[in-house]
Each structure stands twice: as C-alpha cells, then as structure tokens.
C-alpha cells in the first residue's frame, strides 16, 4: 500500500528557485536514510488547494512503499542531522517558504498509462468529499473518468486521508499527464464527452454522492 506525504509551502515573493535549491539539499540529505520517491509541485492554478495554497505555492510528495517504511524513515530522520538541519532551515526565519503543515495518505487505487518521471509532468487533482454509503457510486463514475485519462496517455490515483478533519475532503482524486497535451485533452472530454456528461449528471443533483472542496493543476518543477 503506497503511503503519500505531502508536505504545504507558501513560496515567498521572488524566492520560488531558492526553494528548489533547498528542497533538492533535502533529497540529498534524505538519500543518506532511504531511497527517495519525492518530487516538488508547482500549483499553476487553484483555489482552495491543500492548506489554502493557490497559484504560485508548491507542495512536496513523498511516496513510501508501505506504513512501515514510513515509520522506518521517520525514525532514521529524526536523528539524521542532514535532515534536520534543512528541516531546521525550512521552519527559520530565513526561509524561502512558510511550511503550511503535511498530509499523510494512503493509495487505494492507481491505473492508467505508467506514471510520468520527468519533471514538466501536470496533474490535475481534486479533492472531494464523499457522502456516506456512496463510495462505490463514486467509484463507477471514477472508473469512467479513468478510462478516458487513459486514453489521452494519463496515469490516475486515488488516495485517501489517513488523519484528517472530518469536515474535509475523504478521496483525493489525481490524473497525471507527461505534458499539458493529455492533460488539455481530457478537459475537451470532460466537457464535451457523452458518456461523462452523463455521469456527471448524479453529482449536479440536489443530492450528489459527492462534492468538490478543492481542485487544482500542479506542475513538477525537480525530483
């Protein structure tokens, strides 16, 4: 089971490849205890994102292949001086960013085309808040929306919270392309498609299985 950390930054005015620079020691520095899969998020548009971040802000991902290697790791960082001294940097009054907080989420489904690897990869995601007993309606209808990212060369992942408010989202949903291409493609699909006009029908009634919190397009910028 994929575990997710995802951590929030308020980039500073002028000081977004600083950021990069640190976020980069931070992989160095993370490489000493474990394998890194971690990659920095440019949001390039939203509102009401993750932490109340919107365009210009950037959120890392940090993948680990179970609970248990995340634990292992947390355990290694906290007596890794590397780490800490960029973590250390990052909470200061010098950095480039205000840390606006982490999440941690677990994956329960993945598909589609191979995830992207390179940076200039877009994701479109959305978080959503499921109504209780609807999951499965949402996920026939996830189902269709996968299918046609897939077509257009996307890989798609759904995660959820494993610590978070009860008023906030319970599924996050995101479509990965290896450029805007895919990603301009199924935004044509989502408005125009037949089959996913009809789908979309149940969650603009007066009782929808769900609704959207937040969405957003991120661009990866290093790994």
């Given at each position: 089971m994929t575990i997710r950390r995802v951590d929030f930054?308020?980039?500073?005015?002028?000081?977004?490849?600083?950021?990069?620079?640190?976020?980069?020691?931070?992989?160095?520095?993370?490489?000493?205890?474990?394998?890194?899969?971690?990659?920095?998020?440019?949001?390039?548009?939203?509102?009401?994102?993750?932490?109340?971040?919107?365009?210009?802000?950037?959120?890392?991902?940090?993948?680990?292949?179970?609970?248990?290697?995340?634990?292992?790791?947390?355990?290694?960082?906290?007596?890794?001086?590397?780490?800490?001294?960029?973590?250390?940097?990052?909470?200061?009054?010098?950095?480039?960013?205000?840390?606006?907080?982490?999440?941690?989420?677990?994956?329960?489904?993945?598909?589609?085309?191979?995830?992207?690897?390179?940076?200039?990869?877009?994701?479109?995601?959305?978080?959503?808040?499921?109504?209780?007993?609807?999951?499965?309606?949402?996920r026939a209808a996830g189902a269709v929306m996968n299918k046609h990212a897939e077509d257009n060369g996307g890989h798609y992942q759904v995660m959820r919270p494993m610590v978070a408010p009860s008023s906030g989202p319970n599924v996050i949903v995101s479509f990965t392309f290896p450029d805007w291409a895919g990603l301009g493609a199924l935004l044509d699909e989502i408005n125009d498609n037949p089959e996913i006009q009809k789908v979309a029908e149940s969650f603009r009634s007066a009782t929808p299985p769900g609704v959207i919190l937040g969405a957003g397009i991120a661009t990866r910028i290093a790994s």
């Amino acid at each position: 089971m994929t575990i997710r950390r995802v951590d929030f930054a308020q980039v500073k005015a002028g000081r977004l490849q600083e950021y990069v620079e640190v976020f980069d020691d931070m992989k160095q520095a993370m490489s000493a205890v474990t394998t890194p899969m971690v990659r920095l998020m440019l949001i390039n548009h939203g509102e009401n994102g993750p932490a109340n971040l919107t365009t210009g802000h950037c959120y890392s991902v940090t993948d680990f292949e179970s609970a248990a290697k995340y634990g292992e790791f947390m355990n290694a960082a906290r007596e890794d001086e590397g780490i800490q001294k960029v973590w250390r940097h990052i909470h200061s009054a010098d950095s480039p960013v205000v840390h606006r907080g982490s999440g941690l989420l677990h994956q329960i489904d993945a598909g589609g085309a191979p995830a992207p690897g390179q940076d200039g990869s877009v994701s479109f995601v959305r978080a959503w808040k499921i109504a209780p007993g609807m999951m499965e309606v949402a996920r026939a209808a996830g189902a269709v929306m996968n299918k046609h990212a897939e077509d257009n060369g996307g890989h798609y992942q759904v995660m959820r919270p494993m610590v978070a408010p009860s008023s906030g989202p319970n599924v996050i949903v995101s479509f990965t392309f290896p450029d805007w291409a895919g990603l301009g493609a199924l935004l044509d699909e989502i408005n125009d498609n037949p089959e996913i006009q009809k789908v979309a029908e149940s969650f603009r009634s007066a009782t929808p299985p769900g609704v959207i919190l937040g969405a957003g397009i991120a661009t990866r910028i290093a790994s």
